[in-house]
């Protein structure tokens, strides 16, 4: 399995609502780069799970909007800003695709990078706005994976 975690691009510092904050230009920005630094490493994805906060769902719009073949994103509570991972590898679990692309927020997805990567959040990798991490895993557990690519906005070099 390989599980892509994207965290929403740069968003306006505040809206009538947390949840209701929007992507700046710069955001747009960032995640398009990313889009298309994914389209050129020939990933795919099989499924789309987002976090129902505007930001996020605007990443995942853009995002997806720059790929040829890609399916229709599902909005869920277990990716929300104030989830924890552990509630989300549970969800993971019970998901029947080869790959997956979640979109959503710090600390949770960077959460979720040390936990399959290390076993632990120490010293974990804080993913910047419109990062994108791909972890590669044969079962879903602590210390399971592998990050072998983290693609950065703007950015011409990965970590591969």
Same mark, same amino acid.
């Given at each position: 399995?390989?599980?892509?975690?994207?965290?929403?691009?740069?968003a306006?510092?505040?809206?009538?609502?947390?949840?209701?904050?929007?992507?700046?230009?710069?955001?747009?920005?960032?995640?398009?780069?990313? =889009?298309?630094? @994914?389209? %050129?490493?020939?990933f795919?994805?099989? !499924?789309?799970?987002?976090?129902?906060? &505007?930001? $996020?769902?605007q990443? =995942?719009?853009? @995002?997806? %909007?720059?790929?040829?073949?890609?399916? !229709?994103?599902?909005?869920?509570?277990? &990716?929300? $800003?104030?989830q924890? =991972?552990?509630q989300?590898?549970?969800?993971?679990?019970?998901?029947? !695709?080869?790959?997956?692309?979640?979109?959503?927020?710090?600390?949770?997805?960077?959460?979720l990078?040390?936990?399959?990567?290390k076993?632990?959040?120490?010293?974990?990798v804080?993913?910047?706005?419109?990062?994108?991490?791909c972890?590669?895993l044969?079962?879903?557990?602590?210390?399971?994976?592998?990050?072998?690519?983290?693609?950065?906005?703007?950015?011409?070099?990965?970590?591969?």
């Amino acid at each position: 399995m390989n599980l892509f975690l994207l965290r929403h691009g740069e968003a306006e510092p505040s809206a009538s609502t947390p949840a209701g904050r929007q992507l700046t230009e710069s955001g747009k920005q960032e995640v398009s780069s990313v =889009a298309r630094q @994914f389209a %050129s490493h020939r990933f795919t994805i099989d !499924a789309c799970y987002v976090s129902p906060a &505007l930001r $996020a769902q605007q990443t =995942a719009e853009t @995002f997806l %909007s720059q790929l040829f073949d890609y399916p !229709a994103p599902s909005t869920i509570e277990e &990716l929300s $800003a104030n989830q924890r =991972a552990a509630q989300l590898m549970k969800f993971l679990e019970q998901v029947d !695709a080869e790959n997956i692309l979640l979109v959503s927020h710090n600390p949770i997805l960077s959460e979720l990078l040390a936990l399959l990567t290390k076993g632990n959040v120490e010293d974990m990798v804080i993913l910047g706005t419109g990062e994108l991490a791909c972890i590669t895993l044969d079962i879903m557990g602590l210390g399971m994976g592998t990050c072998n690519t983290i693609l950065h906005p703007d950015s011409t070099v990965s970590i591969s």
